[in-house]
Nanobody, 115 residues
Framework: QVQLVESGGGLVQAGGSLRLSCVAS????????MAWYRQAPGKQRELVAQ???????NYLDSVKGRFTISRDNAKNAVYLQMNALKPEDTAVYYC?????????WGQGTQVTVSS
């Protein structure tokens, strides 16, 4: 069973930064892609950033230029650097890994941005 453990969430003022980390229980080369999703209260879960095994990335339009996803294969980790945070970025952030038709999820980490 694949385990994904997130950390790095917290409370930050608007304009501040946070770095989320996700550590996988196995080598992340095994996955086609890894991603960060988020879900705000009363809203659907949305894809924030994704990185493929080729290192190609894509981002939600509203975070482009502010968020950066990266990976460290040696540490089995994926990161989300979040800068210039806005109150609308407040959500639970989930790490996701895709392997073939299967998706794996972490437990989520809360990010709260105060105005």
């Amino acid at each position: 069973q694949v385990q994904l453990v997130e950390s790095g969430g917290g409370l930050v003022q608007a304009g501040g930064s946070l770095r989320l980390s996700c550590v996988a229980s196995e080598n992340i080369w095994h996955f086609n892609a890894m991603a960060w999703y988020r879900q705000a209260p009363g809203k659907q879960r949305e894809l924030v950033a994704q990185i493929f095994s080729s290192s190609i990335t894509n981002y939600l339009d509203s975070v482009k230029g502010r968020f950066t996803i990266s990976r460290d294969n040696a540490k089995n980790a994926v990161y989300l650097q979040m800068n210039a945070l806005k109150p609308e970025d407040t959500a639970v952030y989930y790490c996701n890994a895709k392997r073939g038709p299967l998706y794996y999820w972490g437990q989520g980490t809360q990010v709260t941005v105060s105005s």
